[in-house]
């Protein structure tokens, strides 16, 4: 990252960032704060921390990153032991299980006009993520998607001219960019998939393939639940996005075999692939090393019926407290949260590669210099996997789902259909165990 920008923006934001927006006036207190951002978007996360600490005297927000499957496996006993953090940021697909076991604390109406929170400023998917039978559990923070990045000068040196749109266009760029050490590309005789000296961007093992799995299905037109709420995505259609997905890295040979996320960002970095398919927070890492080499688009249309991109949120929660915690904390908090979810403070964020939770912030003039622009177009592609309308969990779809994914993909089973049906079954039972 380079610092001069980064001291910059903190500068920049202490000056200008949300000093109108203090509204507490109690006495001093602390906060603990527990977030998820730990790769790229760590500093940008922290130092809007640091910048609402300078502009509000008597709060002090103690913040502490940790991974986010720790802070779901702390977050119920610290609760029932009275020792809960007073802000955690949380995921959208997993918030309605938490909110189920009391982990979460419903943000009631009043709450959320003394915060000036408000549901309009918000794009309307993103604010459904925090909802629960028709309650506010969280406010979004930030949103993620899978996007493509390129290397525009081996593209060109390739012969590529920019970056596939759709499945045809995919598969003729990342032939034109792959060649072995010999220089021989795929097709020619002799061509040694296993010694590749570039290629044009592998379909990297779990977790990236989890993302690009539900990605690909609803391209292909899978709804993962039918209006009752229950499983419906063992279909031919999902069966076909997964082996497509196979295909890409042992037929067609798009990328070296046993690619994982961190060595395709590696060879990225490197110079040695046309594309990488990950998702939005590697745009700072990205940026550093590439400048004005890298590239940013949509992902492609690999599926065969319509766009469709796997998403993120996260969202401020307050967990459940104590029963004689100190109401000027939680008065404090809510000013936290309302501060950290305004306008300022999400443009700012997006300089990480997060995109906007809010409409006013992608029409914002300075958001037309971020990269990530030309690849955000709203939510009309974007599906954001929270409460799903605030009416069915969605973690037990996602997690046999991805199972499903990862055993067909990593080559432990060989039939796709087979193996979401089972997976499947195994849905329908977790999300009967959910609501017990």
């Not at 500068?11 to 507490?24: D, F, K, N, P, V």
């Not at 008065?331 to 979810?341: C, I, P, Q, R």
Request: charged share 20%; net charge positive.
């Amino acid at each position: 990252m380079n610092k001069l920008a980064l001291a910059g923006m903190v500068l920049g934001g202490m000056l200008g960032l949300g000093a109108a927006h203090a509204q507490y006036t109690g006495p001093k207190v602390n906060l603990t704060y527990v977030h998820g951002f730990l790769g790229s978007d760590r500093p940008y996360m922290e130092d809007l921390v640091k910048q609402f600490n300078a502009s509000h005297p008597n709060i002090e927000v103690k913040y502490q990153g940790q991974d986010w499957g720790t802070t779901g496996q702390q977050l119920l006993p610290l609760v029932a032991a009275g020792r809960a953090p007073d802000v955690v940021a949380w995921l959208s697909w997993d918030i309605t299980q938490f909110v189920d076991k009391g982990a979460f604390s419903e943000l009631t109406p009043a709450e959320l006009r003394a915060a000036r929170v408000s549901k309009a400023a918000f794009y309307d998917k993103v604010w459904q993520g925090g909802q629960y039978q028709g309650k506010t559990y969280g406010v979004p923070l930030h949103l993620v998607t899978v996007v493509t990045f390129y290397n525009k000068d081996l593209m060109r040196k390739m012969g590529v001219s920019a970056p596939p749109r759709n499945r045809e266009q995919f598969l003729a760029a990342s032939a034109r960019c792959t060649t072995d050490k010999a220089g021989r590309r795929p097709g020619a005789p002799g061509f040694d998939a296993r010694n590749l000296a570039t290629w044009g961007g592998a379909i990297p093992a779990a977790p990236g393939w989890f993302r690009l799995g539900i990605t690909v299905a609803e391209q292909n037109g899978v709804d993962f639940l039918n209006a009752q709420g229950q499983p419906v995505y063992a279909s031919a259609r999902a069966a076909e996005a997964l082996q497509f997905l196979r295909d890409t890295n042992t037929r067609y040979h798009v990328g070296p075999a046993g690619a994982t996320e961190d060595s395709e960002a590696a060879a990225f970095r490197q110079g040695k692939s046309c594309f990488n398919y990950a998702g939005v927070w590697m745009l700072s890492q990205y940026r550093e090393q590439l400048g004005d080499k890298l590239g940013v688009a949509p992902f492609p249309r690999l599926g065969t019926q319509r766009d469709a991109s796997f998403g993120d949120a996260s969202f401020l929660t307050l967990p459940r407290q104590r029963a004689n915690y100190d109401p000027n904390k939680r008065a404090a908090a809510l000013e936290f949260v309302g501060w950290m979810t305004g306008r300022e403070q999400n443009l700012a964020f997006t300089k990480s590669g997060s995109l906007p939770t809010q409409p006013a912030v992608a029409s914002d003039p300075a958001y037309r210099t971020n990269p990530m622009y030309g690849a955000f177009a709203g939510f009309r592609n974007i599906s954001i996997y929270g409460g799903l309308g605030g009416t069915t969990r969605i973690a037990p779809v996602l997690s046999p789902f991805g199972d499903a994914v990862d055993q067909f993909l990593s080559g432990k089973k060989g039939d796709a259909l087979q193996v979401l049906r089972e997976a499947q079954v195994k849905t329908v039972q977790q999300i009967a165990d959910a609501q017990k």
